[in-house]
């Protein structure tokens, strides 16, 4: 589905109205309002303080806000207890009740809404089935390995059929290569189920490569909202800019303002830069580029660059090449540059003298913090 | 292994013994006790020169032996199963609840750490006269619940401590209400807590002597008692073997417990999962 940016209480899914949540001087949450549309995957990405968890540990029902209020499919519930609101919740740890065997796990939720015997059976059933569980039926989880428990703590949180489902980082525990086939699964899964889901990380990679829309968090306040790639691509402000992929940033002065278009000096050099973030700044004024490594580009000392330098360290990544620069001007300290290909390798070696275009037009500057 | 230097061994050496003499130390009585068991002449010396196993007869014959054993498992009994749910009950309030005056309350539970046991014997001695209560099991129990409280409250708070509250969130979202959650999820993981909890308590109040000579009577009295009355009277060495069924007794016991739940898990020096 597309998903609109302003989500009205009775269309959203999920909906925080202003909400507020403070821990003794501590303010968690500061007035944060977020629409969640049905079947819309969203990714509450932040560093760890910045509220994503409380945020979701308020649609959960394990705490309740201070302020403002949340409501579930047009209904508000925080004064209903968890255990009335029909979530589907994965853990961090993934939370198995180890005294119980994977097929009562799974069973757990539709005992406690008494479904009969026989349905129960089926649905256990076709709940480890999803998750590609057939057969582990009477092993305990501490018999299974990090994968195989994240694939039941998914089954258990699905069975139910939630009216939303709740993730808090569930792949952190998981090695590199699991975690992104999981990832995938996970989506294939949700989007075949049509589940509004609440995702919460601290890993920015997972928030691109799965949201529909994810919302930035630092401060308890959100930084910006929108689908990976406008996050990505034009930042809502400096934080967001660093936290959110690689970038560099780049000191410059403002020459002059046009039309959206703005002409910054870096250096000795100048670039045309989109300009919408800078309205109303002084001519001269310190502004800062952010400059995504696979923005710039290395061409030979003698032609045409912004900035020069010589490479001080090359990171081979099989597909593409990360080159730091150690850069001659006042600009920077080093930027890192990202070339496709492996030709890099070869072509700038260590201590080479070269020269760094930017590809400015899809840069993103900000008045300098 | 890791290659160690000279100097590294020698202070292996050093520390090896000190583990085996701080050992010898600890079981020096417990072995002085029951080689004495064995000694065939009617008193109790050291080193027995003939040696007979009559003396376990005797003990397991005597009248209020048999007696006082049997009463200290009633009285064993109910108080470290009335301490265990007054106990479990308040660790879990101290562990989820915030309210005034907690800490006062907790110093108050803890406080048979810090009172003889004398003292809450002669208490309960002067309070059971004034109050005309009989000097009958309820007496003894009500002291011994006392008295092993703060271990059971330890027990089990650690035990909740160390619960991970995501297992109850958990069920708490599959939509268990809060007696489901506790029934189905906290209890269970806190089982080996609660056994070690009762286990500790049931082995103190069966051991437990300055209190319970004042609160028994010669109808309630319990096996320590028993054995100092013995003791006032006769030195022979039926004490001496008691003391050896005593322990095998306790340490068939504690092998038990260790045989189902683990023995870390017991004693609460693993978590519970």
Redesign the interface.
């Known amino acids: 589905m597309k998903p609109s940016a302003n989500l009205e209480g009775e269309q959203a899914a999920v909906h925080f109205d202003v909400v507020s949540k403070r821990f003794d001087d501590v303010v968690a949450l500061n007035d944060v309002t977020l629409g969640i549309g049905r079947s819309e995957f969203v990714t509450l990405l932040g560093p760890s303080g910045c509220g994503k968890t409380t945020l979701l540990k308020l649609a959960?029902?394990?705490l309740g806000p201070d302020g403002g209020s949340i409501s579930i499919e047009g209904k508000r519930v925080n004064d209903i207890?968890?255990?009335?609101?029909?979530?589907?919740?994965m853990?961090?740890?993934y939370?198995?009740?180890?005294?119980m065997s994977v097929a009562e796990n799974v069973a757990?939720?539709l005992k406690?809404?008494r479904v009969p015997r026989a349905e129960r059976d089926k649905r256990v059933a076709d709940a480890l089935a999803l998750v590609k569980l057939m057969g582990m039926e009477n092993r305990k989880p501490r018999q299974l390995s990090g994968g195989q428990q994240q694939r039941v703590a998914l089954a258990?949180?699905l069975v139910?059929n939630p009216t939303v489902l709740?993730l808090d980082e569930p792949f952190s525990a998981l090695d590199k290569s699991l975690r992104s086939s999981m990832q995938v699964e996970l989506r294939e899964i949700q989007r075949k189920l049509g589940l509004t889901t609440i995702f919460v990380t601290h890993d920015q990679g997972e928030a691109l490569s799965m949201s529909d829309r994810m919302a930035v968090m630092s401060e308890g306040r959100i930084r910006q909202l929108g689908s990976p790639v406008d996050v990505y691509r034009s930042p809502a402000d400096p934080f967001v800019a660093s936290f959110v992929g690689d970038n560099n940033r780049l000191r410059g002065q403002l020459v002059s303002i046009q039309a959206e278009q703005a002409i910054v000096a870096l250096g000795d050099a100048l670039v045309q830069v989109p300009g919408e973030r800078l309205s109303g700044l002084e001519k001269s004024a310190a502004v800062d580029l952010f400059v995504r490594p696979e923005q710039f580009r290395i061409v030979a000392p003698g032609e045409p660059c912004v900035i020069k330098g010589s490479v001080v360290a090359q990171i081979y990544q099989g597909g593409h090449v990360d080159l730091q620069i150690e850069c001659s001007g006042s600009v920077g300290d080093r930027l890192l540059v990202r070339s496709p290909g492996e030709q890099a390798v070869l072509r700038w070696p260590m201590g080479a003298p070269v020269g760094v275009a930017i590809q400015a037009d899809r840069c993103s500057v900000f008045p300098a913090a | 292994m890791t290659p160690r230097s000279t100097y590294q061994k020698v202070l292996g050496w050093i520390g090896l013994l000190t583990v085996f003499v701080i050992v010898a130390f600890l079981i020096l009585p417990a072995a002085v006790v029951t080689i004495a068991a064995f000694n065939d002449k009617p008193i109790l010396s050291f080193p027995p020169q003939t040696w007979s196993w009559r003396w376990f007869g005797r003990a397991l014959a005597y009248e209020d032996f048999r007696q006082g054993f049997f009463n200290g498992l009633i009285v064993t009994t109910w108080s470290s199963t009335i301490a265990l749910c007054v106990g479990g009950m308040f660790a879990f309030v101290i562990d989820r609840y915030e309210f005034p005056l907690k800490s006062a309350i907790e110093g108050i539970l803890i406080s048979p750490l810090v009172i003889p046991h004398f003292t809450v014997g002669l208490g309960f001695l002067i309070l059971a006269a004034q109050v005309g209560l009989s000097r009958g099991f309820a007496i003894v129990v009500i002291c011994h619940v006392i008295l092993v409280l703060p271990f059971v409250l330890r027990s089990v708070y650690v035990s909740l401590r160390n619960l991970d509250q995501s297992y109850e969130h958990a069920a708490s979202s599959l939509g268990a209400g809060p007696l489901r959650v506790l029934a189905t999820v906290t209890l269970p993981l806190l089982l080996p807590g609660l056994v070690s909890g009762w286990l500790f308590a049931a082995i103190l109040s069966f051991n437990e002597f300055t209190a319970s000579l004042f609160v028994t009577s010669q109808r309630t009295q319990t096996l320590p008692v028993a054995m100092y009355n013995y003791v006032r009277e006769f030195a022979d060495p039926s004490m001496a073997a008691l003391s050896v069924m005593y322990i095998v007794g306790t340490a068939a016991l504690i092998a038990f417990a260790n045989a189902f739940l683990g023995l870390g898990k017991v004693l609460n020096i693993e978590q519970s999962h």
Do not use: D, S, V, W
């Open positions: 959960a029902g394990f207890p968890t255990y009335q609101r029909g979530i589907g919740m853990f961090q740890n939370a198995l009740f180890p005294h757990y939720g406690t809404r258990r949180a139910i709740l």
